[in-house]
């Protein structure tokens, strides 16, 4: 396997998590921007969760209209600089552009994004201001890529926001849970300052929503809350071991490798257990951490893992093992983890299936369980009147609002996880609804 050596330096660990979209230079965005055949349906745009007009913006690139361009993203997607970088753009607008079917590689629109946006943001060019103001104002419960989506869409309709977060830092999966080699904290709270300074938005951090006495004063104090609080921590799996030191969450393991870099340990062997493009981070940042062995586990084959083919790809190129049709029985150890034990799986008509006496043990030193995040289910119980579905999440109409007619929500707590684009267009979307709610009432 491809090994990397410990990082004990933040060069080092830069070394190890070379970003996989580096930013472009003037000269590369020029050639890339000419090779866009600016077509006239655009499948690139249909493909867009936030329908940016892509054609448009690359043109704009193409004729050194860098400024235009930034424009053009940000008028559709609040966090157009972040997208660029962390989109699965293969499978969105990427994955649509019709080089796919001439055997030519397509344009590398999320670069091009990212060059426009991030290119703008450091000229610290004035793009947008608050809108006159309506006498209404608005609280937004997370400032993660719908929060803060919603939060700069109502100021530019004249709508006074406030932002409240639980941690110290704003952007929430994007900063904390999106792995390093894919965008860094700079540039992710460069985009979000940037955006406060132009629109006037006031995040309060550290300032969790966990009562239903903060809620009756946001209430009273709020003309609308909208709520985009994401996911909770890892979901447990209920096995035997699960306790012993050196088991952790693949959400707790990414947001610390975030936060403390080269300084966060990681052991020898690691056996991380899942499928979803979560699995493959916490896999391939624990290979890039120095670990001699990672092994990828799943319980079903590799057809029915939820990760797009290329974080895979992403994860074995770093060296990391995997191992498919395996479930977990049993975390193995005397106080600290030194194994898994496994059963041998197969499908009968769609149902998973255990071989019976097929078990046997990794070894390994460390676990990260990539297993999903649990949902805000209290938290949801603390408003009145939510409705939420089966399966934990706030059921909206097409404004997004809520059942509680005062409570608009979006991102994680509407669609259970989707990507940072999808947040950022719901978001967006309830911050109209909010207003055509308020001018109706």
Not at 100 to 108: G, M, S, T
Not at 348 to 359: A, Q, R, T, W
């Amino acid at each position: 396997m491809a090994e990397y050596d410990k990082p004990t330096s933040e060069a080092e660990f830069q070394a190890n998590f070379k970003q996989k979209k580096p930013l472009m230079n003037p000269t590369e965005a020029y050639y890339e921007s000419s090779r866009c055949l600016f077509c006239y349906d655009a499948p690139c745009i249909q493909a867009c969760p936030t329908g940016i007009d892509i054609p448009l913006f690359i043109k704009q690139i193409q004729t050194q209209n860098t400024t235009g361009a930034a424009k053009t993203i940000f008028d559709s997607n609040w966090l157009g600089n972040a997208c660029g970088v962390v989109c699965p753009t293969g499978v969105l607008c990427e994955g649509a552009c019709v080089y796919n079917h001439q055997d030519v590689p397509p344009i590398q629109i999320g670069r091009l994004q990212n060059y426009a946006t991030y290119t703008t943001m450091e000229t610290g060019k004035q793009l947008y201001a608050p809108g006159p103001s309506i006498g209404k104002k608005v609280a937004v419960v997370g400032a993660g890529p719908a929060g803060i989506a919603c939060a700069c869409e109502l100021r530019t309709l004249g709508v006074e926001v406030d932002i409240f977060e639980a941690k110290d830092k704003p952007s929430g999966l994007t900063v904390y849970g999106i792995a390093p080699y894919k965008i860094t904290n700079a540039e992710v709270l460069k985009e979000v300052a940037y955006l406060q300074e132009q629109l006037g938005i006031k995040i309060h951090y550290n300032s969790p929503i966990n009562s239903k006495e903060q809620l009756k004063t946001l209430e009273a104090d709020y003309d609308a809350i909208f709520l985009g609080v994401g996911l909770g921590k890892t979901a447990t799996l209920n096995l035997e071991g699960e306790h012993l030191d050196g088991v952790q969450g693949a959400v707790e393991f990414i947001e610390e490798l975030r936060m403390k870099h080269h300084k966060v340990e990681v052991a020898d062997t690691v056996v991380v257990i899942g499928g979803g493009n979560t699995a493959m981070d916490a896999a391939s940042e624990a290979a890039r951490m120095g670990a001699k062995k990672v092994v990828l586990a799943y319980r079903r084959d590799k057809n029915a893992m939820g990760a797009y083919g290329f974080e895979y790809d992403l994860a074995i190129s770093a060296g990391v093992d995997s191992l498919f049709n395996a479930t977990p029985l049993q975390i193995v150890g005397d106080g600290k983890v030194n194994g898994v034990r496994f059963a041998k799986t197969h499908s009968v008509n769609g149902e998973l299936k255990i071989v019976e006496g097929s078990e046997f043990t990794v070894d390994c030193d460390m676990v990260i369980k990539a297993t999903g995040q649990a949902k805000q289910g209290k938290f949801y119980e603390l408003v009145n009147h939510l409705d939420i579905d089966q399966r934990t999440r706030v059921k909206v109409n097409e404004s997004y609002q809520t059942s509680n007619p005062k409570y608009f929500a979006g991102g994680d707590a509407v669609n259970g996880g989707a990507e940072v684009v999808n947040a950022a267009f719901e978001g967006k979307m309830a911050a109209q609804g909010i207003l055509a709610w308020l001018k109706d009432k």
